[in-house]
């Protein structure tokens, strides 16, 4: 069965860093556009970044472009997200998400991880 297992969600002060990490079971990243979602307290889930199955093609939401970075380690199968210049209104719980296409949004899900900014 495929899954993906989540790590790294903490409470950080603002303009902090953290790093999210998601490793699936059951397939290869190389084989799926994986995605990251973020749910804010009270809202709608939306959209934070992507990148294709070779890690040649990357898009992020306006508002995390130039804080955050979508990374493959294809070696140990997994994928990051790295967050820099935190802010209060990036808290939410983070999702990984794996698709087989570059358009629609798939249908395995991470387990989600809780991003708290805040001093």
């Known amino acids: 069965q495929s899954q993906l297992v989540q790590s790294g969600g903490a409470l950080v002060p603002p303009g902090g860093s953290l790093r999210l990490a998601c490793k699936p079971s059951?397939?290869?990243?190389?084989?799926?556009?994986m995605s990251w979602y973020r749910q804010p307290p009270g809202k709608e889930r939306e959209f934070v970044a992507k990148i294709s199955r070779s890690g040649r093609r990357v898009e992020y939401a306006p508002s995390v472009e130039g804080r955050f970075t979508i990374s493959p380690d294809y070696t140990n199968n997994s994928i990051y997200l790295q967050m820099d210049s935190l802010r209060p209104d990036d808290t939410g719980v983070y999702f990984c998400?794996?698709?087989?296409?570059?358009?629609?949004?798939?249908?395995?899900w991470g387990q989600g991880s809780q991003v708290s900014v805040s001093s």
């Open positions: 998400n794996a698709g087989e296409d570059w358009v629609t949004r798939g249908d395995i």
């Open positions: 059951g397939f290869r990243i190389s084989r799926y556009t």
